[in-house]
């Protein structure tokens, strides 16, 4: 049976103490120690060399002009479902991977990450996201088209520098409702690899490679949740829709997979789903409807 997270309930100090804790033991398990300059976590590293060594790749034929003119946004751009669900997966990395190159160049410029009183676990954090860009590019590779991310558009630059100017604590409530959408986002992804359920070994991998994005979402969304106080919380869940339109006004080809700001609001009403090997988030609280979250009419 499906377990969910409810990211905007308010843990109590036990809790936040607890998954905060079980969160530094599951990180230094799965990913080992950082090293900021070369960008890379001791043991994931070596799981991300071998899975770029791998050959798995699809064999049909790509259109990889059209791939390529529909990343610059291009118009008037025909995609088949593979290639309207490629720009998807692909364009989710740009946004975040600014943001991120952006958050670690103001640390090592300053220390401190706003907010928080050790940058530890943050550190750890943007790590994984620069990972996910490797991913996603190794996700591209996997169907046959080479992918380097490039810059956003000005929008999400602007937005990406706005936030800097913000308290601490209200930079990460954006950043909450973000993860939440993104999390929804991937697992829809997940789902919709099915459109290469031709190829077996390919549709297998790809789901593999957005399985491991997903464990870190659903993780990142607990973190926030642990740090946030109760404004914070109420603000990221006030901002989610308004985070699921912008999202899907930046990523279009979404809506061309069916995935709408209400699917994607609806999708989130119970929760974000948590992977079965996160035990430790799986308990009765976790399980209760919180359906509020989707606007009449949504």
Not at 104 to 120: E, K, Q
Request: negative net charge.
């Amino acid at each position: 049976m499906a377990r969910f997270l409810r990211p905007f309930r308010l843990l109590n100090g036990d809790e936040r103490t607890g998954h905060v804790a079980a969160y530094e033991s599951w990180l230094a398990k799965r990913d080992g120690d950082y090293d900021l300059d070369a960008r890379t976590l001791s043991i994931r590293e070596p799981r991300m060399t071998t899975l770029e060594a791998e050959s798995v790749a699809w064999s049909g034929e790509v259109d990889a002009s059209a791939f390529s003119a529909a990343m610059k946004n291009e118009r008037g751009v025909m995609l088949d479902l593979r290639g309207e669900w490629l720009v998807a997966a692909a364009k989710a990395s740009e946004g975040e991977r600014y943001g991120v190159e952006m958050e670690l160049a103001h640390f090592r410029r300053d220390r401190f990450f706003a907010g928080f009183d050790s940058p530890d676990i943050v550190l750890r954090v943007l790590l994984q996201e620069a990972y996910h860009t490797r991913l996603l590019s190794e996700l591209c590779r996997t169907c046959g088209v080479p992918f380097e991310p490039g810059r956003p558009n000005l929008g999400t630059r602007w937005f990406c520098a706005s936030m800097r100017l913000m308290p601490g604590w209200l930079r990460w409530a954006f950043v909450l409702a973000g993860e939440c959408v993104g999390a929804a986002l991937f697992r829809q992804l997940h789902a919709k690899a099915s459109a290469f359920s031709s190829q077996p070994a390919v549709q297998e991998r790809l789901r593999r490679i957005l399985h491991e994005i997903l464990v870190d979402e659903v993780l990142h969304i607990a973190f926030l949740r642990a740090h946030l106080g109760p404004l914070g919380i109420a603000i990221a869940r006030l901002l989610l829709p308004i985070t699921a339109f912008g999202v899907l006004r930046e990523v279009p080809t979404l809506r061309h997979l069916g995935c709408t700001p209400g699917g994607l609001l609806r999708d989130l009403a119970l929760g974000v789903e948590i992977p079965s090997e996160l035990e430790w988030l799986m308990h009765d609280r976790e399980t209760e409807e919180f359906s509020s979250l989707v606007p009449a009419g949504a």
